[in-house]
């Protein structure tokens, strides 16, 4: 008896290419995530992580290059590769005038969830302390109230692929706290993880191994540990220089 194929990754870039005009914001980037794992896009400003993953969650098209979510091409199934996404952009998404609350229900209308959704946005309110302001409108929200409240839509309906860009900029610890709890619900049930930001000890706490960005291009390949303390401040320091 031979064992079963393996599935296929539930995230898979190949040769991916973005162009804006002339300028080339990523260039022949490479990307396969499991179902379970985390992986993290690590670089500075301007490097192409939230390129790569506003073209992930489908936002714009590549120029060039194959993307395919839970092995369907997300060329050939826009709508359907969209619907196994949840996304945290880096930054806006949310709606000025709409409550928190507003937000979730609006998802869970759009994509059609039971009635069980309540108790799912109740906790993921309390959990990244949002709930005294769940009926509050997003306009008075703080950065960091924002980026909290992007995790918990993204996560919220427990997506195959779980897409956070830049999710710790201007966090607290108990925002920071939360959205790796998150991550690591997400793993537990199978989803695939992928976590864009410049923070490298942020990046060891949240994913398996990262990616380092410059330029547009993949400079290095790393795993957690060897991100971890000064040597591996130093080693991704020489691979942003």
């Known amino acids: ?14 040769d991916l290419w973005v162009r804006f005009g002339e300028v080339e914001a990523v260039r022949g980037v490479d990307l396969s995530v499991r179902a379970g794992e985390s992986v993290g896009l690590l670089g500075r400003n301007g490097a192409g992580k939230s390129t790569t993953m506003k073209v992930l969650a489908g936002v714009f098209p590549a120029s060039a290059g194959h993307v395919r ?7 050939r199934h826009p709508m359907a590769t969209k619907r196994l996404v949840g996304y945290c952009p880096d930054v ?15 998802a869970a209308r759009l994509r059609r969830l039971d009635a069980s959704w309540e108790d ?13 302001v769940a009926h509050r409108v997003t306009a008075g929200f703080s950065h960091g109230m924002g980026r909290r409240l ?11 692929v779980l897409l956070l860009d830049e999710p710790f900029d201007g966090v607290d610890p108990l925002g ?21 930001t410049h923070l490298r ?33 130093g080693v991704y320091r020489a691979l942003l220089d």
């Open 120 to 132: 799912r946005a109740r906790d993921l309110l309390e959990r990244f302390d949002l709930g005294d």
């Open 176 to 196: 920071v706290e939360a959205t790796l709890e998150v991550i690591a619900d997400a793993r537990a049930t199978g989803a695939a993880v992928v976590v864009s």
């Open 150 to 160: 992007s995790v918990v839509l993204a996560a919220f309906h427990g997506p195959a």
């Open 69 to 75: 979510i839970t092995g369907l091409d997300q060329h």
């Open 201 to 233: 000890d942020l990046a060891v706490d949240a994913c398996d191994h990262a990616h380092v960005l410059r330029g547009g291009r993949v400079v290095g390949s790393l795993a957690d540990h060897e991100l971890e303390g000064e040597a591996g401040a």
């Open 92 to 106: 806006g998404g949310l709606v000025p005038r709409a409550t928190p609350w507003e937000h979730l229900q609006l």
């Open 1 to 14: 008896m031979y064992p079963p194929p393996a599935p296929p990754p539930a995230v898979e870039v190949h």
